[in-house]
């Protein structure tokens, strides 16, 4: 019976957790019934600048995704929708350009509107990356088998961007292809396309996963211009305790020599994610190497569960990277954890910073859904989902309240005795400000500026559902730098 209570307790701890993230990630706020209370307050940061706010009239809804910057200091990035101020939804989402002005405000171009699920894809949720050429690269739902695409935008000296589909992700029909790509995208020297999938892959169907759990793949450009898909490594097995991991939902990232690290949602033995390596072989097949399994389901799991974000190494080797929940304590709202490699070359983990609940709420922040990244210094820079509030009014969503604040900035700096400090950058206030920063990772330009995204929040516009707010592009002065 206690086998039994304990695997009832998994079950529903890990629904709970993958709701949570499909929460965030597929972002089912339902835009149009998001109210933000109006929470002002001295203790968020000042250095917070709001570049853009979406206005819901054409322009963009839900910036789910993060930017990256050009050479020019333009800004590029995706909404999840299109809505209009007043009336029923009338886009699938879109590729936006922000171009500063002489003023020093942005003016936003849509350089890509997606038509919909069989025609082009729709509602993208992570942020796009260049090619030497200048080309854009990113993925999004949809396509003509309904399991998602990669697609390519080539820049047009007027008007809109040109898409190509370059994959149609096809995990039905016997096909053993992914499903669902939910991450980010990356290049190797070579100019070969890397990312994930969170389901697919060939094996278990069942409530987080279609015809397998999960792959990592790699898109090689050939001659007439399309693309060849090889899957480096498949999750396969589902419905808790995966050994090698499932549903992984950000990108992976290269080492010096060439081996590709990412983390799991789910899986392990105690279900609660994984850290895993893939090393390449002369014969072209990838052998997988788990890091780090997050344990301990029965108690608050102390060294944290559910990684959502992909990890950033340091020139050592060593890997950083957030938990959505875990950390011990009161509450448990997730950690940042680092991996040290041993001379063994196994990894070690050590919790380097503790998300947990105050006697006034989370407010050092809650959930850290977002990627890392890492300047020159050290420091490592990261968004919280929620959390933040100081005694404030509670944000809401679709009338329903939330934990103290509408989600937070922070710096965490390594210190001589091997501890770290956490710094605020920015408490988002759900108002002008934005709230609830999405699961992506910030970017930061040579002067240490940061920019990025809050799904909601910014200028609160009327339409027939009430006052919305849609969300904004922002960005964090001086914070560190150069980006590593």
């Known amino acids: 019976m206690k086998t039994v209570a304990v695997l009832d307790r998994a079950s529903s701890a890990r629904k709970a957790r993958i709701q949570a993230s499909t929460w965030i990630s597929r ?8 109210t933000l209370t109006l929470a002002l307050s001295s203790w968020a940061s000042s250095t917070e600048k709001v570049l853009y706010t979406f206005q819901g009239t054409g322009d963009g809804v839900e910036p789910i995704g993060g930017v990256v910057r050009d050479a020019k200091g333009n800004l590029y990035g995706t909404t999840r929708f299109n809505f209009q101020s007043s009336g029923p939804p009338t886009g699938f989402g879109l590729v936006y350009q922000l171009t500063p002005t002489k003023s020093g405000e942005f003016k936003e171009k849509v350089i890509y509107a997606f038509q919909g699920e ?8 992570s942020s796009v990356v260049f090619d030497a050429a200048g080309n854009l690269y990113g993925t999004a739902d949809g396509g003509l088998f309904g399991c998602g695409i990669v697609y390519k935008l080539a820049p047009a000296q007027k008007g809109p961007w040109t898409e190509t589909i370059i994959h149609q992700f096809n995990a039905f029909e016997g096909h053993n292809d992914g499903c669902a790509p939910v991450g980010s995208l990356i290049f190797d020297k070579a100019g070969n396309l890397y990312g994930t999938t969170s389901q697919g ?47 992984p939902f950000d990108s992976v990232v290269f080492d010096n020599t060439g081996n590709l690290y990412g983390t799991t949602l789910a899986g392990g033995p105690d279900d609660l994610g994984t850290v895993f390596k893939l090393t390449p072989a002369t014969s ?17 799991p102390p060294d944290g569960a559910s990684p959502m974000a992909g990890v950033v190494l340091d020139p050592s080797g060593n890997l950083y990277g957030t ?19 041993g001379s063994d070359g196994k990894f070690k983990e050590s919790v380097i910073h503790r998300f947990s609940l105050s006697k006034s709420g989370f407010q050092d922040g809650m ?13 490592l820079f990261g968004t919280t989902f929620l959390g933040g509030g100081h005694n404030e009014p509670l944000c809401q969503i679709a009338g329903q309240q939330v934990f103290e604040g509408c989600g937070t900035i922070f710096k965490l700096t390594p210190t001589a005795n091997g501890k770290w400090k956490e710094r605020f950058l920015h408490a988002f206030q759900g108002d002008t400000d934005g709230g609830f920063p999405e699961p992506d990772h910030l970017t930061m330009d040579a ?11 910014g200028k609160l516009v009327q339409s027939q559902n009430g006052f919305n707010s849609f969300g904004v592009v922002f960005e964090i002065l001086g914070a560190g730098g150069p980006v590593r």
């Open 367 to 379: 959930m850290p859904a977002g990627g890392l990244i890492m300047d020159s210094a050290g420091n």
């Open 323 to 341: 938990t959505l929940g875990g950390g011990g304590g009161a509450g448990g709202g997730g950690v940042v954890f680092k991996l040290t490699r």
């Open 27 to 34: 972002n089912v706020l339902a835009v149009v019934a998001i």
């Open 447 to 457: 002067a240490g500026n940061l920019y990025g995204t809050a799904s909601a929040g």
């Open 284 to 300: 072209g097949k990838w052998t997988e190497t788990l890091l780090f399994k997050f344990h301990d389901l029965v108690n608050n």
């Open 118 to 125: 069989v025609v082009d894809g729709q509602s993208p949720q």
């Open 201 to 247: 892959g060939g094996g278990t169907t069942d409530t987080f996963c279609t015809n397998g759990c999960g792959t990592v793949f790699k898109l090689v450009p050939n001659k007439d211009g399309s693309w060849t898909e090889t899957i480096l490594h498949a999750l396969h097995k589902g419905g808790g305790g995966s050994p090698d991991g499932q549903n």
